[in-house]
């Protein structure tokens, strides 16, 4: 099973955009703001959707969110997106 979660905005809660639909290899990824330049990101391993024993993942990317969006030439997301 291929399975990546992507970064998508919305302006009102309701209507998304995509901005990045391979951001990680992985499912209900979730990215939170820890500080203007860093974002935290947690999500569940491709092919454990909701399984007993799926553990969560976290990765850390430094940068700006239009670079994790895929938006900036000079910051790819994919070379920023650490994975522990």
Known sequence: MNCTTGLAASADGLHWTARNPNLISGI??????LAPDLWL????????FDQAG??????????????LAGNENSNKASESLHQP
């Open 41 to 48: 990101m947690f999500y569940g391993p491709e092919g454990f």
């Open 28 to 33: 209900d990824g979730e990215v939170i703001p």
């Open 54 to 67: 799926c553990d969560i993942r976290a990765a850390l990317y430094h940068g700006s969110l239009a670079g």
